[in-house]
């Protein structure tokens, strides 16, 4: 599947939201308050996590010990709430490797053809990371959310008369906030140690 460009590393996609951020623009064609919003909330959560997440000792063993070379694909926004909690993560996991992981951010958007191939029950759900060996050959793909924040989407959308999106919302980052990227990482941890 080709790509179309931009094609960000994480320093530079990190860079361009901050750029979106202070002249109130969000990515993607929808450039409402809304979205502009969204992105410079999500600009705040990503630095906040540049800071803050350390990934577990026995995980950076495991991520040091990969030997052959894998690309990483992120296909994401800047608007996407998850991909805000997730994206710092799995930039620090690709950074630990030794160059063994490259992860390279590239746009839903932008890449139509990526996120219909490697939607989640039907939807474009966001952030969705696809890992690819030298060869070319799809090694996993993982997203848009760790598996134990779930049940927090499904509660809101069985209960769309009982729980508002905001109500969602705050229950959902609530909960990255308090799981400290370790569920993330245990399922990175599952995912590599299958490779």
Known sequence: MKIKNPVFSYNEFHEWMIGLSKEGKSSGEDQSEVMAEYTSLNNKRMKRLNNTVNLQPEFIELIKAIKKPQTWYLITETWCGDSAQNLPVIAKIAAASNEKIDLR??????????????????????????????????????????????????????????????????????WYAKDKSLSLQKEFVEILEKL
């Not at 996993?140 to 809101?156: D, E, K, N, Q, V």
């Open 105 to 174: 951010i590239i746009l839903r958007d932008e890449n139509p053809e990526w996120i219909d191939k490697y939607r989640t029950n039907g939807g474009k759900s966001i952030p969705k990371l696809v890992s690819f060996n030298e060869e070319g050959e799809e090694l996993f793909s993982w997203g848009p959310r760790p598996l134990s924040a779930h049940p927090i989407l499904l509660h809101w959308k069985e209960n769309p008369l009982e729980v508002t999106k905001a109500d969602f919302e705050k229950e959902l980052h609530t």
